[in-house]
């Protein structure tokens, strides 16, 4: 059974995606309805909503519209990954009005702004605050900007981090030897977790088990089985593959896992690091 830690619904009637005008085969509504009865067949027992990077302006808004469907009898939905935006001075203020029994975790995805972002005293003393509030931060960097991450996590000891797709390896510029350098130096802080979601888009379209299997099994390996979860990543997976075939290959890569090592890795560490409940 699987805990699926990186959901993204849309409803393009409902919230703006300026982005996925860009993204044709994204670009329509995914409901939590057809997800569920995938999931329901591939042993999905629950998620949390991962933001869709919405126009600032309805962030509230899409944070609202998934506690609505958490609320609905029988939601597989167990909380929100909120956007926000911590380089602004009324973070503090809107951390504040947050519902803690919604929201879960906090996300600014950071491949998609100017790399200073995230350096910004301001964005890291917001960062910081997380920790006391008992809200992770996912990290969404491309590889490039791993020494961004690094940098980042150092200035933010007391807050948990999660780094989402493997650190989104570049799979087709073949440098795996510098991206792994990387993931083991930030697996060498306790307060950074590894999410094994997403990376079948960042390669090729003919990808295979055995393709994935080095940067999977580097990063297991350097965080170990008690700091990585499990993330579907979808729709944007099915931009390579499909929910079925990526839980397949889910299966496939971590099937030499004890018991344990499967159990922390399929729930047990989301329920850790979110505070969820076992049910």
């Known amino acids: 059974m699987l805990f699926d830690t990186h959901l993204h619904l849309i409803d393009r009637q ?4 300026p982005w996925l005008a860009g993204v044709p085969a994204l670009d329509r509504d995914w409901t939590l309805a057809d997800y569920a009865d995938r999931a329901a067949r591939l042993g999905i027992t629950g998620a949390l909503h991962m933001e869709v990077d919405v126009a600032e302006a309805d962030i509230d808004a899409e944070t609202a519209w998934v506690a609505a469907q958490m609320a609905e009898p029988g ?12 380089e602004s001075p009324g973070f503090a203020a809107w951390l504040e009005r947050q519902d803690r029994r919604t929201v879960r975790g906090i996300r600014r995805v950071l491949h998609v702004v100017d790399d200073r972002i995230s350096q910004l005293p301001l964005f890291r003393e917001n960062v910081a605050r997380l920790g006391p509030a008992g809200l992770p931060f996912d990290i969404c960097m491309l590889q490039r900007q ?57 390669g090729t379209a003919d990808w295979s ?46 099937a030499g896992a004890s018991p344990d090592e499967r159990r922390a890795f399929a729930s047990g560490n989301a329920q850790r690091i979110w505070g969820l409940s076992a049910a």
């Open 14 to 17: 409902r919230l703006s995606y």
């Open 75 to 86: 939601s597989l939905l167990r909380g929100v990954i909120s956007a926000a935006r911590p």
């Open 146 to 202: 791993l020494p961004l991450a690094l940098a980042l996590v150092d200035a933010c000891p007391g807050t948990s981090f999660v780094l989402d797709h493997c650190g989104v390896p570049a799979i087709t510029e073949g440098d795996f030897a510098g991206w792994a350098a990387m993931i083991t130096d930030l697996a060498r802080r306790p307060h950074v977790n590894a999410k094994i979601s997403g990376i079948t888009a960042y």
């Open 209 to 254: 088990v055995d393709s994935l299997r080095p940067f999977v099994e580097h990063v297991i390996g350097a965080f170990g089985w008690h700091r990585v979860v499990w993330g579907s990543d979808s729709p944007v997976c099915t931009l390579h593959a499909s929910l079925e075939r990526w839980v397949e290959a889910t299966h496939a890569l971590t």
